[in-house]
């Protein structure tokens, strides 16, 4: 586990002495129960990653902070792409680290990540993506006077009655004094790793922060929390969260410093990709099975155009590369076809908040003749793609690689919008 970024000696020493806080924000779980087939931080609300709308409030706050953002380390390059989309030139101030097998493991990580001059730590969860600047600032404000642990919480409104196994009520707990905490939850740092390195000890394990440091024998107290700052975990609390999130903007890097307008919703995006010919492999091109024809080499079935459109679509929308996201040490994607990774790729665009308006690809070789096939593989792609694919093919006059026959190369264009 790791930081896929380190800031350069001038972006550290912009930032300054004076930054004393960090945050970790802790998005490395699976989101099972949100039903949607990617982690939780990744799913698009409201034309936004859930990732992106938990960052934006720490990115408002009026004194810098070191954030660190820790997901699965499949989703790192992803997960930096989005940070420096919200961060813009405050990017300086974010690293990006893999998480761990459990939210102990990832905490971990993310504080192994921070910068020697942080002295309070605040470790957040992505999926209370609503909370706003002024949690933040009220739990950092609590933590600073009194030195201890801080933990926002509201009182809980309903009947709370215990139960045994079967069922049957055994008491009614008086709520007065129960609290429903959230996050952030702020710490002085030494005394949080030494809290983690006891329960480590013990192999204890806890379902929050406060609760490992409280064993560990350190103070916590409880300050007022905040309504909007509730965890998405079930579908119904998407779409509250996406209703509230309606009314606002986009998190963007305008915001914070870029230079982005903040509002346009198109976004295009580059691929291409190179194969060499293989004597013992079978051709496969724009989708299609070229059965005559010689075939290229590759992790997959080596098809330039079908690579070049998921990078060219992944690059539009931000979300990595095809290595990245389908990577060759995956034994899943070995052999694998173009409409795999096609699929694939519209699913995880969707799921982002994004539609394919269109893709436009460029093959370059000598072989195989295209033409006689190209309105079957555009109606092909265009079907796995959900938009029109239009192919166009020429060769190099014999020029280089492909003008030799030793390979074809592809050269895709993306357009993407924000629904």
Do not use: C
Not at 278 to 304: F, V
Not at 335 to 353: I, K, M, P, W
Request: glycine letters at 12%.
């Amino acid at each position: 586990m790791g930081a896929i970024y380190e800031p350069s000696a001038a972006e550290e020493s912009s930032i300054g002495s004076s930054t004393t806080v960090g945050v970790i924000v802790v998005a490395a779980g699976s989101g099972t129960r949100l039903g949607a087939g990617l982690p939780k931080a990744f799913v698009a609300l409201a034309g936004a990653t859930v990732l992106e709308h938990a960052i934006d409030p720490i990115l408002r706050l009026p004194d810098p902070v070191q954030l660190v953002v820790v997901v699965p380390t499949d989703r790192l390059g992803e997960a930096e792409t989005i940070a420096r989309r919200v961060a813009g030139s405050a990017f300086g101030n974010v690293r990006i680290v893999a998480g761990g097998g459990n939210r102990q493991e990832s905490v971990l990580a993310g504080l192994g990540a921070l910068w020697p001059g942080v002295r309070t730590v605040l470790v957040h969860d992505a999926a209370r993506a609503l909370t706003p600047p002024v949690l933040f600032e009220r739990v950092i404000e609590a933590a600073r006077r009194t030195g201890w642990g801080v933990v926002p919480g509201l009182p809980v409104t309903d009947t709370i009655k215990r139960v045994d196994e079967g069922g049957r009520i055994e008491q009614t707990v008086d709520r007065a004094a129960l609290r429903a905490v959230q996050t952030p939850q702020a710490f002085p740092k030494d005394s949080l790793l030494a809290a983690f390195r006891v329960a480590a000890d013990r192999l204890a394990t806890a379902t929050d922060d406060a609760a490992l440091y409280a064993e560990a024998g350190h103070p916590v107290i409880v300050v007022e929390g905040e309504e909007a700052a509730f965890k998405i975990t079930t579908p119904w609390d998407a779409q509250r969260a996406e209703r509230l999130l309606g009314e606002r903007p986009v998190p963007t890097a305008s915001t914070h410093g870029g230079e982005g307008t903040g509002r346009s919703t198109l976004r295009t995006g580059i691929g291409i990709d190179v194969h060499a010919f293989a004597d013992d492999a079978e051709l496969w091109l724009a989708g299609l099975s070229w059965p005559e024809e010689r075939g290229l080499a590759g992790h997959s079935d080596g098809d330039p155009v079908a690579h070049a459109i998921v990078d060219a679509l992944l690059s539009a929308a931000g979300l990595g590369d095809i290595g990245s996201v389908f990577g060759t040490s995956d034994p899943q994607f070995d052999g694998a076809h173009g409409d795999v990774f096609l699929r694939a790729t519209r699913q995880r665009l969707e799921a982002s908040g994004f539609v394919v308006v269109n893709v436009a690809v460029q093959l370059v070789g000598n072989r195989p003749r295209f033409a006689p096939r190209r309105a079957e593989a555009e109606a092909l792609l265009s079907e796995l793609v959900g938009a029109p694919v239009s192919v166009s093919a020429t060769t190099t006059d014999a020029l280089g690689f492909t003008g030799r026959g030793e390979g074809v190369a592809a050269i895709a264009t993306a357009l993407v919008e924000r629904r």
